[in-house]
T-cell receptor
Framework: GAGVSQSPSNKVTEKGKDVELRCDPISGHTALYWYRQSLGQGLEFLIYFQGNSAPDKSGLPSDRFSAERTGGSVSTLTIQRTQQEDSAVYLC???????????????FGPGTRLTVL | DAKTTQPPSMDCAEGRAANLPCNHSTISGNEYVYWYRQIHSQGPQYIIHGLKNNETNEMASLIITEDRKSSTLILPHATLRDTAVYYCIVRPYAGGTSYGKLTFGQGTILTVHP
C-alpha cells in the first residue's frame, strides 16, 4: 500500500520567507510526527499529533514553527520568517493509534529538504 | 538525550552476518527496543522491535539479553544495500503525553563491503 508521502521533496527559499511543508500519512494512521535532520546532526523530534490535536509540541525550536492537522489526515508544518539555521531535512512519520499496552511502529516518509539561502 | 550507546561504525563482508550491538542499561520495564536504519538521503526505515523476547522478521533478528540492558541486531546475510546508519532506540509503549516520540542517537554506520 501507499506509504507516507511528503511534498515538496525539495524547497529552496530566501531568508525571511515563509514555507509550508506537507505530510500525507498512511491511511488509517491517526498518529503523526514531525522530525528534522540537520546536516551532520541526528534526527530530532518536533511535534506529535494524535488525531487533530498535538499533545506534544516540545520539540518545536521557536515560535516561528507551527503545525496543524485537519481531518485527522494531512498535516502542514509552517516555518515563518525562515533563517539559514532552519535548513534541514524535515521528516514526517505516522503510526496506528497509540493505545495503552500496544507498541505502535512509526513509518517515515522520504522527507523534504529545505534550503534557506 | 539518547538512552542508548552504539559503536560509531562497523564493517561487514557481503554475505556474512552483521551483528550490531546496543547498550541500554537504564531501560525501564515499560520500554521497547526499536531498530531503524537510514540509507543515504532516505527517511528512516523500521527494522524490528522487541520488549524482552528475541524477535525475528524477514529483515533481521533481535536478541535482547535477559536483564534487558543490551541487545544485538543481526542481519543474517548482509548485502551491499544494507550499508546504512542503524539506530537503536528505547521507547515507552504506554503512558504520558510524550511517549510516542522516538529519540535518535548517533547510530552505527554499517559499511558492507564486497
Amino acid at each position: 500500500g501507499a506509504g507516507v508521502s511528503q511534498s515538496p521533496s525539495n524547497k529552496v527559499t530566501e531568508k525571511g520567507k515563509d514555507v509550508e511543508l506537507r505530510c500525507d500519512p498512511i491511511s488509517g494512521h491517526t498518529a503523526l510526527y514531525w522530525y528534522r535532520q540537520s546536516l551532520g546532526q541526528g534526527l530530532e523530534f518536533l511535534i506529535y499529533f494524535q488525531g487533530n490535536s498535538a499533545p506534544d509540541k516540545s520539540g518545536l525550536p521557536s515560535d516561528r514553527f507551527s503545525a496543524e492537522r485537519t481531518g485527522g489526515s494531512v498535516s502542514t508544518l509552517t516555518i515563518q520568517r525562515t533563517q539559514q539555521e532552519d535548513s534541514a531535512v524535515y521528516l514526517c512519520a505516522s503510526s496506528l493509534p497509540l493505545t495503552s499496552g500496544s507498541s505502535d511502529t512509526q513509518y517515515f516518509g522520504p522527507g523534504t529538504r529545505l534550503t534557506v539561502l | 538525550d539518547a538512552k542508548t550507546t552504539q559503536p560509531p561504525s562497523m564493517d561487514c563482508a557481503e554475505g556474512r552476518a552483521a551483528n550490531l550491538p546496543c547498550n541500554h542499561s537504564t531501560i525501564s520495564g515499560n520500554e521497547y527496543v526499536y531498530w531503524y536504519r537510514q540509507i543515504h538521503s532516505q527517511g528512516p526505515q523500521y527494522i524490528i522491535h522487541g520488549l524482552k523476547n528475541n524477535e525475528t522478521n524477514e529483515m533481521a533478528s533481535l536478541i535482547i539479553t535477559e536483564d534487558r540492558k543490551s541487545s544485538t541486531l543481526i542481519l543474517p546475510h548482509a548485502t551491499l544495500r544494507d550499508t546504512a546508519v542503524y539506530y537503536c532506540i528505547v521507547r515507552p509503549y504506554a503512558g504520558g503525553t510524550s511517549y510516542g516520540k522516538l529519540t535518535f542517537g548517533q547510530g552505527t554506520i554499517l559499511t558492507v563491503h564486497p
